[in-house]
Structures are given as C-alpha cells and as structure tokens.
C-alpha cells in the first residue's frame, strides 16, 4: 500500500470506483510530468453521489461535502491512471465549478471541501492555487465539479 492509500485509510476514508467518461475524452492525461484532471463531480463509478443547486437545494455545508467526495474521485481516477498515488508530488491547481443559486456568493466555501481534503491527505505537497466560480446548470445537475493539475514523477 503507497503512503497516500494508507493516509486515506488512517482518515476512514475509502475510494469509489473511478469514474466512467461520460464521453470520448481522457479523465487523466498525462504529459511531461503533469497529469491534467478533467472534471469530477462527486461520482462512484456512473452513479451520481450528490444532486442539486447549492443555495437552493443544498447547503453550503452539503456543497463542502459533495467537493470532498469530487476529490475522492478524482483521487480514484488518478489511482486508476497512475497505478500509485505517491507518484503525484504536488498538486498545482484546481478549478471548482458550482452549480449555484444566483444569490448565492460562497463558491469559495464549497470548493473548500476538495481543497481541505487533498492537504490533509497530501499536507503542504497538496496546497494548491485555485478557483471557485458559480455557474448555472450542470451536467447531471452536480452541485460541484472539479477540474486539477497535478505533477507527478516517474
């Protein structure tokens, strides 16, 4: 077991499935010691785990949670890419997109979720620059999708 999976473990923590392309497009491309993450909503293989308009229907609190599951994820996808999580070294960036009410104007605090939890997986390795924008409809009417760049050795 790599020292990422057992850091997911010790934080009772489990991967979903990784998640199927919803289209003819890569869900990890890797290229010149970077892996560009396309984006992840909080899915378990083709099952959608979370639905809604955060500020509508879900909480910022529910948001929060849906990111957190987004970068579970996107962790499986780059487990399933990679083949071993310690190969990522840093995370570079991440843009989180969520689907939110027009009166709604804490993204920032959604998107926390995915970035709180890659540090506390990755610690200062995980630190990321980042953005958060509202958006209107989503596919799969997702509160949140997360798109990342990470770099990763050989």
Request: charged fraction near 20%.
């Amino acid at each position: 077991m790599s020292r990422i999976e057992a850091r997911i473990e010790d934080l009772g923590l489990a991967l979903p499935a990784p998640m199927l392309p919803p289209g003819n497009f890569k869900l990890v491309n890797v290229y010149g010691g970077l892996a560009y993450i396309s984006g992840h909503p909080a899915i378990d293989g083709s099952t959608v785990l979370v639905q809604g308009v955060v500020g509508r229907d879900l909480t910022v609190e529910e948001g929060y949670e849906a990111a957190r599951l987004a970068a579970l994820s996107i962790i499986a996808s780059l487990k399933h890419e990679l083949g071993d999580l310690d190969r990522v070294t840093s995370w570079l960036r991440a843009v989180g997109y969520v689907q939110s009410a027009p009166e709604f104007h804490d993204n920032a605090k959604v998107v926390n979720g995915f970035s709180d939890l890659i540090i506390e997986i990755w610690g200062e390795a995980g630190r990321h620059a980042r953005s958060a924008p509202g958006q209107g409809p989503s596919p799969l009417d997702v509160p949140v999708i997360i798109d990342a760049i990470v770099a990763i050795s050989e």
